[in-house]
């Protein structure tokens, strides 16, 4: 087991890893940029050092930094979080040059998983339905209408380095192909510094429900069930909940245990998620692959009572899985409103000074933060200040639940999305489960209309 785990990340994820590790008898050491000197993660870790100015470029996306870190503090692991160096195959790949257990997967894994065409190839190859369209990045003009005609329109063009939405392009017919993916190709180049696009049929009313996965490397795999993560806002996911309306017992077996087959076909280990798109049929279709922890873990935390953070650590260190799939029990309904700061009406960032602070606690109820009263959010770094959770014997009680807990939350002095998701609960639609990938956009703007997804 090891003795000393560097962590590098900030906020919330980092005193999520910093709890598992105590529990575990495990020291920690904390990195922080010097935006970060009064950050709680600073404060709860046994070690910190400073790495770096406050920009993520200069600190906490700084490998050499990093891994300086983590050589003169005599770690045996690095935990990534999320964002941040997580799902970069490289710093995979320094951290066990430099003979440092990198809390993942392996760089083989990221490296896969981060090209979404081949991630899609190599899924459908073992076994997953994936929607229509080009078996890898389009290399022509010539062979993108030709897929196009094939698939038929509408389509979607995606950026091979892209994942979570970043770069995408609708098309509803021939004409508008050509300059799209022009365009998609010239913003995929700027963003991520490869041009490659890949196209796929477009679902209108689309789920966005994700599989999650525990694995150790001895190729036992495990689900843990589904998330519904429909309710996003510029491909910010905003509420999860699991389990899926739509879900039955049959229906999670069936796509879980082809989840876990393909797990294992490509030899995956740690935690990881396997994002589909759900049609009105309740078709799944293959999306994406990510290999980190996420933000909306929790949700599955309190459904399974799995402690996955735990277990990530347990199977970087070498354990076996120490469950079978029958193990796993399902319990209740649970919903993650993630508060960010950030002003309601605009949605851009609110950073400043928290100047009241209240968390509301109570049965069911979980907060995942790194905030307290008179801390002072910085602006470098994304606006997630709270995940509130809660848990409930059905989605009523949970939605009930919630409402309260949004009741009883006060933060002033900067502005945050609680009003926000209190609207959103409060949707006849929400209510009944009736959500899909247009939610937001038809809130606030009711009239059917052409769909619009920005870069
Ligand atoms: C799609 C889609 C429709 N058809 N792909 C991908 C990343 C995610 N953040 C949004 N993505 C979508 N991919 C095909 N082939 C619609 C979306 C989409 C979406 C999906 C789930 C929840 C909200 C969404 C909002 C806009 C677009």
């Not at 710093?91 to 896969?112: H, T, W």
């Not at 069930?225 to 999860?240: D, P, T, Y």
């Not at 309190?302 to 953070?309: F, N, P, Y």
């Not at 319990?331 to 009241?356: F, L, Y």
């Amino acid at each position: 087991m090891f003795k000393k785990i560097l962590v590098a990340n900030r906020g919330e994820i980092a005193l999520r890893i910093i709890c598992a590790c105590k529990e575990l008898g495990i020291r920690t050491v904390a990195v922080f940029s010097e935006a970060d000197r009064y950050a709680l993660h600073v404060r709860f870790a046994d070690d910190a050092i400073c790495i770096g100015p406050p920009k993520s470029a200069d600190s906490y996306l700084n490998i050499p930094s990093v891994i300086a870190a983590a050589e003169v503090s005599n770690v045996d692991a690095i935990h990534p979080g999320y964002g941040f160096l997580s799902e970069s195959p490289y710093f995979c790949e320094v951290c066990e040059a430099s003979r440092i257990r990198f809390i993942g997967p392996s760089s083989e894994a990221i490296r896969l998983m981060g090209d979404k065409a081949r991630a899609r190839s190599e899924m459908k190859r073992f076994g997953l339905p994936v929607l229509p369209g080009s078996s890898d990045s389009v290399q022509s003009e010539k062979e993108a209408l030709s897929t196009a005609d094939a698939i038929g329109y509408p389509v979607i063009i995606k950026a091979v380095a892209g994942g979570g939405g970043r770069g995408m392009r609708v098309v509803h017919d021939r004409t508008e192909l050509i300059n799209a993916l022009k365009t998609a190709q010239a913003e995929a180049a700027g963003a991520f510094g490869v041009p490659h696009c890949y196209i796929e049929k477009y679902i209108e009313h689309a789920r966005h429900i994700e599989f999650q996965v525990l694995a150790d490397e001895y190729g036992n795999v495990i689900h843990l069930g589904e998330r519904e993560c429909s309710i996003q806002r510029r491909h910010q996911k905003l509420i999860e909940e699991s389990p899926s309306v739509i879900m039955t017992e049959e229906l999670r077996n069936r796509v879980g245990s082809r989840v876990v087959r393909a797990m294992q076909e490509v030899g995956y280990s740690s935690v990881g998620t396997i994002e589909f798109l759900v049609d009105e049929k309740h078709q799944f279709y293959f999306m994406e692959m990510n290999t980190r922890i996420q933000v909306e873990h929790p949700v599955t935390e309190l459904v399974t009572g799995i402690d996955l953070i735990r277990d990530q650590i347990l199977m970087a260190a070498g354990d076996r899985l120490p469950y079978r799939q029958d193990d796993i029990r399902f319990r209740g309904h649970a919903i993650e409103c993630r508060i960010n700061a950030e002003d309601p009406v605009t949605c851009r960032p609110s950073p400043g000074k928290i100047t009241t602070w209240h968390a509301p606690g109570g049965p069911g109820v979980r907060i995942d933060t790194a905030a307290y009263a008179e801390y002072i959010i910085p602006p470098y770094y994304d606006s997630l200040i709270a995940k509130l959770v809660v848990q409930g014997a059905d989605r009523t009680e949970a939605i009930h639940r919630m409402e309260r807990a949004l009741d009883m939350f006060v933060i002033e002095g900067v502005r945050t999305s609680i009003p926000l998701h209190r609207q959103i609960l409060a949707q006849p639609d929400f209510r009944r489960g009736e959500i899909y990938t247009r939610f937001l956009e038809d809130l606030s703007n009711p009239q059917p209309r052409a769909i619009q997804v920005a870069g």
